[in-house]
């Protein structure tokens, strides 16, 4: 249950601080992508829709995707802003965490602008690595975000399948 608890705190870190800019002729949108086979979806507070690895909770693996409308904060944001932002949030809860920005990059998907954030993060002594993508799809900002940790194994059993469905992501407008 900690775990859970941390993996929805560290989202809803990530939803206070992201954002892009995208089409402006779409009102809203959503986004599409492949789960990894045996992924079980649930809905989760604050997390429009969460999905957990197969051998949940020995495996803490899992993936959120958000969507929340009007968001103030816009595109502009750099990494330096990013970070600063997230720590704040977690120093505010008064948890410990390490953070490394691997990656953080403007992107184009289907038209629409966003950011990719890969992140390597240490959080009550849980070793995780998260990719994160941002985009605006009209006046919804989507937020989908793939996290990793070694907790079962000692190594990161899912990078590769969260990889190729980030880069499989099918923003899906609605005018």
Do not use: H
Request: a negative charge.
């Amino acid at each position: 249950m900690k775990k859970r608890i941390l993996a929805v705190l560290m989202v809803a870190c990530l939803m206070d601080t992201l954002c892009a800019c995208g089409d402006k002729k779409a009102k809203s949108g959503t986004i599409e992508f492949n789960v990894p086979a045996g992924f079980t979806q649930e809905t989760v507070a604050g997390v429009t829709t969460a999905w957990y690895a197969p051998n949940y909770p020995n495996d803490t693996a899992n993936i959120n995707l958000t969507y929340s409308e009007n968001d103030p904060i816009g595109i502009n944001f750099d990494q330096a802003t990013y970070e600063k932002q997230i720590m704040s949030v977690y120093e505010q809860a008064g948890v410990e965490v390490t953070m490394n920005v691997t990656e953080f990059k403007s992107v184009e998907k289907d038209g629409f602008k966003g950011k990719v954030m890969k992140v390597d993060s240490v959080l009550a002594g849980i070793n995780i690595k998260q990719i994160q993508y941002v985009y605006q799809i009209g006046n919804t900002t989507a937020t989908l975000v793939f996290t990793d940790t070694n907790v079962a194994t000692g190594e990161y059993e899912w990078l590769d399948e969260f990889e190729k469905s980030g880069e499989n992501i099918k923003i899906v407008p609605k005018y």
